[in-house]
């Protein structure tokens, strides 16, 4: 079974540019969620999505970031304009359905300069 | 505010013996609590998981105690081995297994030969 898939890996831009990121969930899971990581601390909740409805968005910077689940499967996540405090690692992660564990994509390290 | 404290920043312990994690939590909604285990540059991968109704759960070396009065629960890997070494982090969950995850910062496991 494949697992979570993500794009690009790495992705460097300048302050106030635009970017996106890409997630392919595993296949038949329902609900799919976006976490940011800055480094030292443990990921944080930015979206949930069930299928293609937003279930959790509260810890969204929703001035800058926004994200869409076209269709129940893939999703982009975009953020503009960026700002320095947006470098992180940005995971994307999917579960069949509710008490069952998530599972995480290898990740997209951004750095803002 | 944390929500999910791992206090250890790191641990080391020798091969073959006993690592315990240690995590702690104040929300009381939380009512499913995981462990997710996490290489450089590679995303968190799942480890075990506990709802809040057993006290135990156990899959191979690894055993998950979650003391529910203190708002404890600890990891448990017996015997620890060269491949154990990794970030781990402590995640809970509310909303009947259907929320995002809430992170601790994690415990950064290093065993020695």
């Known amino acids: 079974e494949a697992g979570v898939a993500q794009s690009p890996r790495y992705k460097i831009i300048e302050k106030r540019q635009s970017v996106a990121f890409w997630c392919n969930p595993i296949s038949g899971h329902a609900t799919l969620y976006w976490y940011q990581q800055i480094l030292g601390q443990g990921p944080k909740l930015l979206i949930q999505?069930?299928?293609?409805?937003?279930?959790?968005d509260s810890q969204l910077p929703k001035d800058r970031f926004s994200a869409e689940r076209l269709k129940g499967v893939d999703s982009t996540l975009k953020i503009q304009p960026a700002k320095l405090e947006d470098s992180a690692v940005y995971l994307c992660a999917s579960s069949l359905r509710d008490l069952q564990a998530q599972f995480f994509g290898p990740g997209t390290r951004l750095t803002v300069l | 505010d944390q929500q999910v404290k791992q206090n250890s920043p790191s641990l080391s312990v020798q091969e073959g013996r006993i690592s315990i994690l240690n995590c702690d939590y104040t929300?009381?909604?939380?009512?499913?609590f995981l462990w997710y285990k996490k290489y450089p540059a590679e995303g968190p991968t799942f480890l075990i998981s506990?709802?809040?109704?057993?006290d135990k759960n156990e899959d191979g070396r690894f055993t998950v105690f979650l003391n529910k009065s203190a708002k404890h629960l600890s990891l448990h890997i017996v015997p620890s081995q060269p491949g154990d070494s990794a970030v781990y982090f402590c995640a809970a969950q509310g909303g009947g297994g259907a929320d995002g995850l809430t992170f601790g910062k994690g415990t950064h496991l290093i065993i020695q030969p």
């Open positions: 506990i709802s809040s109704i057993k």
């Open positions: 999505f069930q299928n293609n409805g937003v279930v959790d």
């Open positions: 929300n009381s909604m939380f009512d499913y």
